[in-house]
């Protein structure tokens, strides 16, 4: 049978491919009758069908898929269940992908229920990391849990593949039920999470997926000229070996100040100021000055940038629900970009940072959010950036990618979903910065290339109204900066901007 877009081999061949161990080279030559094992770069087809030919291959294997299921925990919540499964889901995106190991692979089945599978690994060290991830999600769910300890919040049960999944690819769903039902008449009278022939000593640790991040709270009073700094802990990373440049920030020391701003953006598409981005400000010591944007992230440092990302997301999330909540009904509300650093969104503690939009409502992601992901390393792969906007794509409406102007990133960017690429004028180096002139005559070229690969493209941080004029009228579609308008507490109204109003900048 070979492996449909649409089959259960396919599903979990998309996981595959973003948990693939690099290190170890597929053979040269495949067995007869066996598919050559995919690396990274293989196709999600030629993955899936050598999924399927591993775990089938042989009776006598007696391939089991392995279920991790939160019925207890979804039954224990009652009606809060609509309002937690999208965090709970992120939370077991986290904890799975910590544990399941490289070249394993899972996908979700229905609201509460995970399939893991492990084509290379024997069933007892299968069932090792099942159980790690079971135990690991009991810890983390179970302070939202409205129950006793005696009742586990997360169960594991096994399956043979041949039972599994029917002939025509599909999981055969009551049979699975089945599997996770036996799981639960087992834990009402043991209070055990797995049944026996599965308790296997895991031997793993006990971190949580969110192990140091303490939420900071935002002010409603903030302001540009007195801004409410949130005192953070230190990173404890080290500086990067190549940081040679005293300009350049270094790991969050121990009490830092983080803050949050909106940079008001215009939008070619309604021709209005209908989108703010969000822009850190980081301050280490009282009377240091305060760094703001991309230069708050020391290169190298995914610690750190694990750090104000969190802060980031965090601060608006909150910030754009209480816009919401002031809104007048029917009035128009604008769109917010989120910039978020290559370093934390390709790191596998992603999770960590985008779990609080899992508190915007669906329709909210799905129409205003938009993700810029910038600090994107030269030498990244096509396959490493697909992955990444990929993810950051579940998350929102559009995604953008900021690059530089040495960087050649327009035809890959149209290829895997982006929508736009642009620039920030503050990330620019010295050997980079011209007069407006010649600057007006860069962005006319680049806009001309984006045209022609088919997406759009911006410009952040303008600083004179001749520039700002300038890709106004010369077809970019956002731009944004203190030559277009002063940076805001928080996101605020739909502002008209008229492209004529920009002719005699």
């Known amino acids: 049978m070979s492996a449909s877009k649409e089959n259960v081999w396919a599903r979990l061949a998309q996981s595959l491919k973003t948990l693939w161990d690099e290190d170890k080279p597929a053979p040269a030559v495949a067995a007869p009758g066996r598919v050559a094992r995919p690396t990274a770069r293989s196709s999600v087809e030629s993955a899936a069908e050598w999924l399927e030919q591993m775990l089938a291959r042989d009776p ?44 394993n692979t899972y996908c979700r089945d229905g609201e509460d229920c995970w399939i893991l599978a492990f084509p290379e690994l024997s069933i007892d060290d299968a069932r090792r990391r099942t159980i790690a991830v079971v135990d690991e999600l009991g810890r983390f769910l179970y302070g939202q849990q409205q129950g006793g300890p005696d009742r586990p919040v997360a169960l594991a049960a096994e399956i043979p593949v041949a039972e599994a999944v029917g002939e025509d690819g599909e999981f055969i769903a009551h049979r699975i039920a089945g599997a996770v039902d036996e799981a639960r008449a087992y834990v009402s009278t043991s209070g055990l999470p797995y049944l026996p022939s599965a308790a296997v000593s895991a031997g793993m640790g006990g971190d949580d997926p969110l192990r140091g991040w303490t939420t900071l709270d935002r ?46 953006t215009w939008v070619a598409m309604g021709e209005a100021i209908s989108a703010y981005g969000a822009r850190v400000v980081r301050r280490d010591r009282p009377d240091d000055e305060p760094v703001e944007g991309c230069r708050a992230y020391p290169d190298g ?23 919401a909540r002031n809104a007048q009904e029917g009035v128009s ?124 493209c911006y410009l952040w941080s303008a600083r004179h109204r001749k520039v700002v004029g300038g890709v106004v009228q010369g077809g970019f579609e956002m731009v944004n900066g203190p030559g277009l308008m002063k940076d805001i507490p928080r996101p605020a109204i739909v502002l008209p901007a008229p492209r004529a109003r920009f002719a005699a900048e």
């Open 301 to 323: 440092d995914v610690a750190t940038a694990l750090t104000l990302d969190r802060f980031v997301v965090n601060s608006a999330v909150r910030d754009i629900r209480a816009a």
């Open 219 to 264: 002010g409603d009073t903030a302001r540009r000229d007195d801004m409410k700094w949130e005192t953070i802990e230190g990173t404890g990373a080290k500086k990067p070996a190549a940081y040679l440049d005293p300009s350049i920030v270094g790991a969050i020391p121990p009490g830092a100040s983080l803050s949050l701003l909106w940079r008001p």
């Open 333 to 456: 509300q604008p769109s917010v970009i989120l910039p978020l650093s290559w370093l934390s969104l390709a790191s596998d503690q992603r999770n960590s940072v985008v779990f609080a939009l899992s508190d915007l409502t669906q329709e909210t992601r799905n129409t205003r959010l938009v993700i810029e992901i910038f600090h994107i390393p030269d030498g990244t792969t096509t396959p490493e950036l697909e992955s990444v906007v990929s993810f950051a794509g579940t998350l929102c409406r559009e995604v953008l990618v900021r690059t530089r102007l040495s960087a050649r990133r327009t035809s890959v960017a149209a290829e895997i979903g982006v929508s736009m690429v642009g620039l920030d004028l503050s990330e620019f180096r010295p050997e980079d910065r011209m007069d407006d002139e010649q600057l007006l005559a860069v962005l006319e070229r680049i806009q001309r290339e984006t045209a022609k690969d088919g997406i759009g």
């Open 60 to 103: 006598a294997i007696k391939a089991r898929l392995h279920v991790v299921s939160l019925v207890e925990y979804r039954d224990s919540v009652g009606d809060k269940w609509p309002r937690l499964a999208d965090k709970v889901a992120i939370i077991v995106d986290q904890v799975v992908r910590r544990n399941i190991g490289r070249g």
